[in-house]
């Protein structure tokens, strides 16, 4: 471990008299000169300020001793109180030919889906769209009934893939059951005896991880 070797500043100590020579004329001083007075450098002013939060005023930053103006410079540009704008109250009116590149009502994008168009969703199911329109899909599988049936299943009924492939959304491929019998058919215990250990270990060892995580 490598020391200073008395190369490092002294670390300045600030008296009630320091301090408060800076509450009074930080607002409104410049800060270099404040520094000259205390004999400290602008940087040591500056963090015992912020320190205490105290901020320049707005009739400093309007002054020529923020530097940010001689009181004059810029007035020829600036807007002056009771300014009205030449475009004020008047409707705007696109010139040239730019009519013939916006879009007019009702007309649909080039990168709109047809109707009948097919996805997968996030949930690995496949939709439908089966109208114009942004939030026109629905479940593949469920449409599918509906077109046989007239209708979707009922409430508390859904429908159960046979062959256990959630993309085959052939009619025949699906079987209308309650949703307490799909939690049956779903259970670990219908599971081949080392399939179910595996999945009842996995959830034991989930809960032990989260506990954990929860503890730290």
Known sequence: MTTSQGKNAPKTIWTKHMVDFLLDHYSNDQTADIATQLGLSPQYVYGKASRLGLKKSAQFYASPLSGRTNGTRGDVSRFKPGHITWNKGKKYTAGGRSGETRFKKGMASANQLPVGHIRIN???YRDIKVAP??????????WSWKQLHGEYPNKGMTLFFKDGDKLNCEVENLELISRSELMKRNSVHNLPK??????????????KINLRSKNV
């Open 122 to 124: 996030t949930d690995g």
């Open 133 to 142: 329109g942004p939030r026109t899909w629905v479940q593949l599988h469920r």
């Open 194 to 207: 080392e399939l179910a250990d595996l999945v009842q270990l996995r959830g034991a060892l989930n809960r």
